[in-house]
């Protein structure tokens, strides 16, 4: 089963920014969704972004400041997040769709997780 591990989180100012990379035990078919997504103290889960071939799908709250990237050739995925701001802040996680063409920002359609890796941004 494939593993995924996150890192690149940390602390920012409002503006900053961060580049997150998702490193998966195994690749992973093109034909299958990979998404990144986060949780607030309090808050549940929430699909930021997601990437199946050339096919990208945004948050709203987040369209225009983060690009999602995949490197199918590495098995790595990637969240650029420009323009932070104190509501990103959240643990992220990056995430494999449970089946061939399922996935989107739903959380429920993914059913394999990282560890996820912390984001703080601050006013």
């Known amino acids: ?3 995924l591990v996150e890192s690149g989180g940390g602390s920012v100012q409002t503006g900053g920014s961060l580049r997150l ?7 992973t078919s ?3 969704y990979m998404g990144w ?3 607030a103290p ?3 889960r929430e699909g930021v972004a997601a990437i199946r071939g050339i096919n990208k799908v945004y948050a ?9 990237s995949r490197d ?7 969240l650029q997040m420009n323009s932070l701001k104190p509501e990103d802040t959240a643990m992220y996680y990056c995430a494999r769709g449970a089946s061939p063409y399922f996935g989107g920002l739903a959380p ?4 394999r997780w990282g560890q996820g890796t912390q984001v703080t941004v601050s006013s």
């Open 1 to 3: 089963q494939v593993q």
């Open 21 to 27: 990379s998702c490193a998966a035990s195994a690749s």
């Open 30 to 32: 093109d034909n299958y």
């Open 37 to 39: 997504f986060r949780q």
């Open 42 to 44: 309090g808050k549940e």
């Open 60 to 68: 709203d709250s987040v369209k225009g400041r983060f690009t999602i």
């Open 72 to 78: 199918n050739a590495k098995n790595t995925l990637s």
């Open 108 to 111: 429920y359609r993914y059913n």
